[in-house]
Protein backbone atom coordinates (compact mmCIF):
# COMPACT_ATOMS: atom_id res chain seq x y z
CA UNK A 1 0.00 0.00 0.00
CA UNK A 2 1.33 3.93 -1.23
CA UNK A 3 1.21 6.03 1.81
CA UNK A 4 1.43 8.70 -0.18
CA UNK A 5 -0.23 12.04 0.80
CA UNK A 6 -2.12 14.37 -1.49
CA UNK A 7 -2.89 17.21 0.36
CA UNK A 8 -6.59 19.07 -0.31
CA UNK A 9 -5.33 22.13 -0.42
CA UNK A 10 -7.63 24.89 0.18
CA UNK A 11 -11.12 23.39 1.00
CA UNK A 12 -12.23 23.61 4.21
CA UNK A 13 -15.20 24.32 6.34
CA UNK A 14 -16.27 26.54 9.22
CA UNK A 15 -18.21 24.07 11.07
CA UNK A 16 -18.59 20.01 12.02
CA UNK A 17 -21.57 18.74 10.76
CA UNK A 18 -23.16 15.42 9.98
CA UNK A 19 -22.53 15.27 6.37
CA UNK A 20 -18.51 16.46 6.85
CA UNK A 21 -18.67 13.72 9.66
CA UNK A 22 -19.63 11.16 6.78
CA UNK A 23 -17.49 12.64 4.65
CA UNK A 24 -14.29 12.17 6.70
CA UNK A 25 -14.72 9.37 8.63
CA UNK A 26 -12.09 7.60 6.66
CA UNK A 27 -9.85 10.46 6.38
CA UNK A 28 -6.65 8.66 7.30
CA UNK A 29 -6.83 6.17 4.52
CA UNK A 30 -8.53 8.84 2.36
CA UNK A 31 -5.38 10.98 2.89
CA UNK A 32 -3.57 7.53 1.93
CA UNK A 33 -4.59 6.12 -0.56
CA UNK A 34 -5.35 9.45 -2.82
CA UNK A 35 -1.84 9.79 -2.46
CA UNK A 36 -0.96 7.14 -4.82
CA UNK A 37 -1.99 9.09 -7.94
CA UNK A 38 0.79 12.22 -6.78
CA UNK A 39 3.12 9.31 -7.11
CA UNK A 40 1.89 7.32 -10.10
CA UNK A 41 1.57 10.84 -12.33
CA UNK A 42 4.90 12.46 -11.26
CA UNK A 43 6.34 8.55 -12.39
CA UNK A 44 4.21 8.60 -15.89
CA UNK A 45 6.46 12.28 -16.51
CA UNK A 46 9.59 9.46 -16.53
CA UNK A 47 8.82 9.19 -20.48
CA UNK A 48 11.14 7.57 -23.19
CA UNK A 49 13.54 10.50 -24.72
CA UNK A 50 14.01 11.85 -21.09
CA UNK A 51 16.91 14.30 -20.60
CA UNK A 52 20.18 12.05 -19.41
CA UNK A 53 20.75 12.52 -15.91
CA UNK A 54 24.43 12.65 -16.39
CA UNK A 55 26.66 15.48 -16.78
CA UNK A 56 29.29 12.49 -18.81
CA UNK A 57 28.91 9.17 -18.52
CA UNK A 58 30.73 8.84 -15.24
CA UNK A 59 29.35 12.01 -13.07
CA UNK A 60 25.59 11.35 -12.37
CA UNK A 61 23.51 14.74 -11.76
CA UNK A 62 22.62 13.39 -8.51
CA UNK A 63 23.94 10.32 -5.89
CA UNK A 64 21.30 8.08 -4.35
CA UNK A 65 22.53 6.11 -1.28
CA UNK A 66 20.17 4.34 0.42
CA UNK A 67 21.56 2.28 4.53
CA UNK A 68 19.68 1.66 7.45
CA UNK A 69 16.21 3.09 6.12
CA UNK A 70 17.80 6.51 5.36
CA UNK A 71 18.10 7.24 1.33
CA UNK A 72 20.37 10.41 0.95
CA UNK A 73 20.48 12.20 -2.13
CA UNK A 74 23.70 14.35 -3.14
CA UNK A 75 23.28 16.81 -5.80
CA UNK A 76 26.59 16.52 -7.86
CA UNK A 77 27.66 19.20 -10.21
CA UNK A 78 29.74 21.57 -8.08
CA UNK A 79 31.49 22.68 -11.09
CA UNK A 80 28.28 24.67 -11.93
CA UNK A 81 27.13 25.51 -8.16
CA UNK A 82 24.67 22.31 -8.21
CA UNK A 83 22.54 24.24 -10.68
CA UNK A 84 18.96 23.05 -10.79
CA UNK A 85 19.20 22.65 -14.25
CA UNK A 86 16.01 20.52 -15.86
CA UNK A 87 18.18 17.47 -16.30
CA UNK A 88 19.35 17.66 -12.16
CA UNK A 89 15.43 18.12 -11.55
CA UNK A 90 14.69 15.21 -13.35
CA UNK A 91 17.52 13.14 -11.92
CA UNK A 92 16.49 14.60 -8.21
CA UNK A 93 12.64 13.68 -8.81
CA UNK A 94 13.41 10.26 -9.91
CA UNK A 95 16.00 9.75 -6.57
CA UNK A 96 12.94 10.88 -4.42
CA UNK A 97 10.24 8.15 -6.11
CA UNK A 98 12.46 5.50 -6.55
CA UNK A 99 10.84 2.69 -4.41
CA UNK A 100 9.10 5.23 -2.66
CA UNK A 101 6.37 3.05 -1.27
CA UNK A 102 9.25 0.52 0.66
CA UNK A 103 8.85 -0.34 4.43
CA UNK A 104 12.46 -0.09 4.48
CA UNK A 105 12.60 4.13 3.94
CA UNK A 106 12.25 5.66 6.78
CA UNK A 107 13.44 9.16 5.90
CA UNK A 108 15.42 11.56 3.26
CA UNK A 109 18.23 13.58 3.38
CA UNK A 110 19.15 15.69 0.22
CA UNK A 111 22.94 17.44 0.58
CA UNK A 112 25.04 18.56 -1.48
CA UNK A 113 28.96 18.52 -3.12
CA UNK A 114 31.06 21.40 -3.07
CA UNK A 115 30.60 24.78 -0.97
CA UNK A 116 27.35 25.63 -2.85
CA UNK A 117 24.12 23.59 -1.72
CA UNK A 118 22.57 25.02 -5.24
CA UNK A 119 22.49 28.13 -6.75
CA UNK A 120 18.98 27.78 -8.06
CA UNK A 121 17.70 27.26 -11.51
CA UNK A 122 20.72 27.08 -14.71
CA UNK A 123 20.45 30.60 -16.17
CA UNK A 124 21.78 29.43 -19.71
CA UNK A 125 18.77 27.18 -19.93
CA UNK A 126 16.52 30.43 -19.70
CA UNK A 127 17.72 32.55 -21.92
CA UNK A 128 15.20 33.16 -25.23
CA UNK A 129 17.03 30.69 -27.62
CA UNK A 130 15.09 27.98 -25.24
CA UNK A 131 11.52 29.47 -25.76
CA UNK A 132 8.68 29.51 -24.02
CA UNK A 133 7.57 26.06 -23.89
CA UNK A 134 11.54 24.41 -22.57
CA UNK A 135 11.06 27.63 -19.69
CA UNK A 136 7.42 26.19 -18.77
CA UNK A 137 9.01 22.59 -18.44
CA UNK A 138 11.17 24.15 -16.50
CA UNK A 139 9.42 25.45 -13.62
CA UNK A 140 6.63 22.70 -14.09
CA UNK A 141 9.14 20.17 -13.28
CA UNK A 142 10.93 22.17 -10.41
CA UNK A 143 7.28 22.87 -9.22
CA UNK A 144 6.47 18.59 -9.00
CA UNK A 145 9.79 18.44 -7.76
CA UNK A 146 9.08 21.06 -4.64
CA UNK A 147 5.20 19.62 -3.78
CA UNK A 148 6.78 15.88 -4.34
CA UNK A 149 9.05 16.29 -0.40
CA UNK A 150 6.08 17.45 0.94
CA UNK A 151 3.23 14.83 -0.48
CA UNK A 152 5.94 11.64 -0.30
CA UNK A 153 5.03 9.98 3.20
CA UNK A 154 8.45 10.20 4.86
CA UNK A 155 10.28 13.06 6.13
CA UNK A 156 12.51 14.88 3.89
CA UNK A 157 15.49 16.67 5.30
CA UNK A 158 17.84 19.07 3.97
CA UNK A 159 21.55 19.13 5.31
CA UNK A 160 23.14 22.24 3.94
CA UNK A 161 26.41 23.37 4.55
CA UNK A 162 27.21 26.46 2.43
CA UNK A 163 24.96 29.18 -0.13
CA UNK A 164 21.61 28.04 -1.10
CA UNK A 165 20.09 30.86 -3.71
CA UNK A 166 16.79 31.19 -5.51
CA UNK A 167 15.36 27.56 -6.77
CA UNK A 168 17.81 26.37 -3.94
CA UNK A 169 16.59 28.12 -1.52
CA UNK A 170 13.42 26.98 -2.06
CA UNK A 171 14.58 23.65 -2.01
CA UNK A 172 15.65 24.11 1.44
CA UNK A 173 12.14 25.89 2.45
CA UNK A 174 10.55 22.76 0.87
CA UNK A 175 11.85 20.31 2.92
CA UNK A 176 9.90 18.92 6.44
CA UNK A 177 13.57 19.64 8.09
CA UNK A 178 16.80 21.58 7.55
CA UNK A 179 19.70 21.55 9.32
CA UNK A 180 22.42 23.81 8.50
CA UNK A 181 26.36 24.68 9.28
CA UNK A 182 26.73 28.35 10.87
CA UNK A 183 28.52 29.41 7.38
CA UNK A 184 25.56 29.01 5.21
CA UNK A 185 23.30 31.84 3.42
CA UNK A 186 20.48 31.81 1.90
CA UNK A 187 18.70 34.15 -0.69
CA UNK A 188 16.18 34.96 -3.18
CA UNK A 189 18.69 37.53 -5.62
CA UNK A 190 16.52 36.59 -8.99
CA UNK A 191 15.27 40.47 -9.17
CA UNK A 192 18.89 41.55 -9.54
CA UNK A 193 18.99 39.81 -12.84
CA UNK A 194 15.75 40.45 -13.87
CA UNK A 195 13.89 37.33 -12.81
CA UNK A 196 12.01 38.21 -10.14
CA UNK A 197 12.23 35.11 -7.67
CA UNK A 198 8.18 34.31 -7.98
CA UNK A 199 8.00 30.38 -7.69
CA UNK A 200 10.71 30.05 -4.73
CA UNK A 201 8.16 32.70 -2.62
CA UNK A 202 6.02 30.21 -3.20
CA UNK A 203 7.90 27.80 -0.51
CA UNK A 204 9.83 30.51 1.35
CA UNK A 205 6.57 32.42 2.35
CA UNK A 206 5.20 30.07 3.43
CA UNK A 207 8.22 29.18 5.83
CA UNK A 208 9.09 32.87 7.14
CA UNK A 209 6.87 35.84 7.95
CA UNK A 210 5.69 37.56 5.01
CA UNK A 211 8.13 40.70 5.41
CA UNK A 212 11.06 38.89 5.96
CA UNK A 213 10.31 36.79 2.61
CA UNK A 214 9.26 40.50 0.88
CA UNK A 215 12.71 41.90 1.80
CA UNK A 216 14.51 38.67 0.55
CA UNK A 217 12.59 38.83 -2.77
CA UNK A 218 12.82 42.71 -3.25
CA UNK A 219 16.64 43.00 -2.49
CA UNK A 220 17.89 39.80 -3.31
CA UNK A 221 20.25 40.36 -0.04
CA UNK A 222 21.50 36.94 1.74
CA UNK A 223 20.85 36.11 5.16
CA UNK A 224 22.84 34.07 7.79
CA UNK A 225 21.79 30.78 8.58
CA UNK A 226 21.26 32.14 12.83
CA UNK A 227 18.85 34.70 10.50
CA UNK A 228 17.17 31.99 8.87
CA UNK A 229 16.84 29.95 12.08
CA UNK A 230 15.10 32.79 13.87
CA UNK A 231 12.70 33.29 10.47
CA UNK A 232 11.90 29.93 10.41
CA UNK A 233 13.38 29.31 7.37
CA UNK A 234 15.73 26.43 8.76
CA UNK A 235 15.27 23.81 12.13
CA UNK A 236 19.06 23.89 13.16
CA UNK A 237 22.03 25.41 13.06
CA UNK A 238 25.41 24.22 14.00
CA UNK A 239 29.05 23.57 13.71
CA UNK A 240 30.45 22.50 10.28
CA UNK A 241 32.35 19.43 11.68
CA UNK A 242 28.41 18.49 13.41
CA UNK A 243 26.26 18.27 10.34
CA UNK A 244 26.36 14.89 9.29
CA UNK A 245 26.06 13.94 13.27
CA UNK A 246 23.47 16.17 13.88
CA UNK A 247 21.00 15.84 11.05
CA UNK A 248 21.91 11.59 11.23
CA UNK A 249 20.58 11.76 14.70
CA UNK A 250 17.51 13.38 13.18
CA UNK A 251 17.15 10.50 10.96
CA UNK A 252 17.50 7.91 12.58
CA UNK A 253 15.16 9.25 15.20
CA UNK A 254 12.04 9.48 12.83
CA UNK A 255 13.32 5.57 12.04
CA UNK A 256 12.32 4.69 15.33
CA UNK A 257 8.87 5.27 14.85
CA UNK A 258 5.86 3.95 12.86
CA UNK A 259 6.21 4.37 9.17
CA UNK A 260 2.52 4.63 8.74
CA UNK A 261 1.71 6.98 11.56
CA UNK A 262 4.82 9.24 10.62
CA UNK A 263 2.96 8.98 7.09
CA UNK A 264 -0.02 9.67 8.41
CA UNK A 265 0.88 12.91 10.70
CA UNK A 266 3.20 14.39 7.43
CA UNK A 267 -0.30 14.42 5.36
CA UNK A 268 -2.84 15.73 7.87
CA UNK A 269 -0.16 18.63 8.94
CA UNK A 270 -0.09 20.04 5.10
CA UNK A 271 -3.61 19.74 4.59
CA UNK A 272 -4.35 21.32 7.99
CA UNK A 273 -1.87 23.82 7.33
CA UNK A 274 -3.74 25.11 3.69
CA UNK A 275 -7.29 25.72 5.85
CA UNK A 276 -8.96 27.87 8.18
CA UNK A 277 -8.40 27.03 11.94
CA UNK A 278 -11.86 25.58 12.27
CA UNK A 279 -11.26 23.15 9.05
CA UNK A 280 -7.74 22.11 10.53
CA UNK A 281 -9.59 21.29 13.94
CA UNK A 282 -12.33 19.28 12.30
CA UNK A 283 -9.75 17.52 9.83
CA UNK A 284 -7.00 17.01 12.55
CA UNK A 285 -9.70 15.63 14.60
CA UNK A 286 -10.67 12.90 12.18
CA UNK A 287 -7.33 12.08 11.57
CA UNK A 288 -6.63 11.45 15.24
CA UNK A 289 -9.58 9.03 15.55
CA UNK A 290 -8.53 7.40 12.64
CA UNK A 291 -4.98 7.17 13.49
CA UNK A 292 -5.66 5.70 17.22
CA UNK A 293 -7.90 2.69 15.18
CA UNK A 294 -4.45 2.16 13.30
CA UNK A 295 -2.90 -1.08 14.53
CA UNK A 296 0.63 0.72 15.54
CA UNK A 297 -1.75 3.20 17.23
CA UNK A 298 -2.92 0.79 19.53
CA UNK A 299 0.16 -0.88 20.15
CA UNK A 300 1.99 2.49 20.90
CA UNK A 301 -0.84 3.12 23.38
CA UNK A 302 -0.41 -0.49 25.52
CA UNK A 303 3.29 -0.16 25.06
CA UNK A 304 3.14 2.86 27.26
CA UNK A 305 0.73 1.38 29.85
CA UNK A 306 2.89 -1.92 29.97
CA UNK A 307 6.15 0.07 29.89
CA UNK A 308 7.99 -1.51 27.64
CA UNK A 309 8.90 -0.85 24.12
CA UNK A 310 6.27 -0.42 20.65
CA UNK A 311 7.05 -3.01 18.25
CA UNK A 312 5.47 -1.18 15.33
CA UNK A 313 3.90 -3.28 12.48
CA UNK A 314 4.88 -0.53 9.87
CA UNK A 315 1.57 -1.35 8.07
CA UNK A 316 -1.65 0.35 7.78
CA UNK A 317 -3.65 -2.70 9.23
CA UNK A 318 -5.92 -1.64 11.46
CA UNK A 319 -6.75 -2.64 15.08
CA UNK A 320 -10.59 -1.90 15.15
CA UNK A 321 -13.10 0.07 12.77
Known amino acids: MTYVAAGNQGRGCSCLTEEN ?7 ARSLLSRAVDVVHLSRLTLL ?5 YTQTQTEPLTVKQENNRIRRIILNNPKKRNALSLAMLESLRENILTDIDSENLRVIIISAKGPVFSSGHDLKELTSAQGREYHTQVFHTCAEVMTLIQDIPVPVIAMVNGIATAAGCQLVASCDIAVVTEKSTFATPGVNVGLFCSTPAVAIGRAVPRKVAMEMLFTGAPISAHDALLHGLVSKVVPEERLEEETLAIAQRVCQASRPVVALGKAT ?3 QMAQGRDAAYATASKVMVDNLALRDGQEGIR ?7 PVWSHTAETAHD
Open 48 to 52: PGTRL
Open 21 to 27: SDRSGNM
Open 303 to 309: AFIEKRK
Open 269 to 271: FQR
